[in-house]
């Protein structure tokens, strides 16, 4: 007989519009940049104010097309705007450190792309700087602010899934191999756990918490970072993680959680709105994304969010704490490790 609940939870997210508005800068107007700040304007009341670039034509190119007030040719231009109140940074991995203490040490809040940083050690630093300056600091884990995300969330809490026993995530997209990409050069922070699995790793320590150790395998591109891999996270025997991650591979992009009671589904790919089952001895219940947004569309969530804890003179985000940041960033490490990346 089938124990789900009569209806699934509300979601909890913050509302993308009706609530406090900062004045949002942007380092770095790169692809995803352009992606955030177009469903940011279309989709929240925040506005971004001012973009920086190294490229003075990229930045007044990108502010024209976003409607953007300022633009300027120096970072350091854009984090003293005192009519910046917050600074998102979509630089690559390797740029992170130095733009988020650029931003934290001119007192602007900060919320840095994923991963935080390339190691646990520079991450510590950002989140040290911070703490420090008291400003609002979070990564933009965007996934754990989606409106599905949170009724998960809230089925956990309630206890509705039984005690759980695995979590397994995957996310997997072939790149063409350039030792000079961001994708496969160390340099510049390449490899499939720190662009995607990071996101899988996320989803095993959302659901599971820290785990007791973990087991890393899988493979090395010629230039020496891990070009995919599966991490087997152990929680003292209670519970099992999958993690997986690929730059040469299709993968099917998703996530589940399965307890002794009942299991969830997440769709492809679990990381972007869309919907989820909620199953139990052949009966289930389904979510969908209640605004019909899709991918990138669903990165302006975490932005109202952001708005709101920095409204609220909150200096993290109690759904993606820093320190859950620097967890996944340990286990990154670590498995980097294990599997000789450089």
Known sequence: MSRLPVALPPAENVPLRGGPIVRW???APGAIANDWVETVHANTDQHVVAVASRSASRAEAFAARHGIDRWYSSYEALVNDDEVDVVYIAAPHTEHLRLALLAIGAGKHVLVEKPLAVSEAEGIEIVAAARASGVFAMEAMWSRFLPQTTV?????????LGPVRMASADFGGRMDFDPTSRAFDPALGGGALLDVGVYSLWWTTFVLGEPASITARGSLAAT???????VLLDFAG?????????IVAETPVVATVSGEVARVDVDSPFCAPGGFRLVS???????DEPTGLRWRG?????????????????????????????????????????????
């Open 281 to 287: 001895k052949g009966d289930e219940l389904r979510f």
């Open 298 to 342: 669903g990165l302006c969530y975490q932005a109202s969010a952001v708005a709101a804890h920095i409204a609220e003179g909150r200096t993290e985000a109690p759904e993606h704490s820093l320190d859950t940041t620097l967890l996944v960033l340990r286990l990154i490490d670590r498995a980097r490790h294990q599997l000789g990346a450089v």
């Open 25 to 27: 800068g942007v380092l």
């Open 238 to 246: 209670a519970a099992v993680g999958v993690a997986t991650a690929s």
């Open 224 to 230: 020496g970072v891990d070009e995919q891999a599966t």
């Open 152 to 160: 998960i969330a809230r089925l956990l809490a309630d206890g509705a």
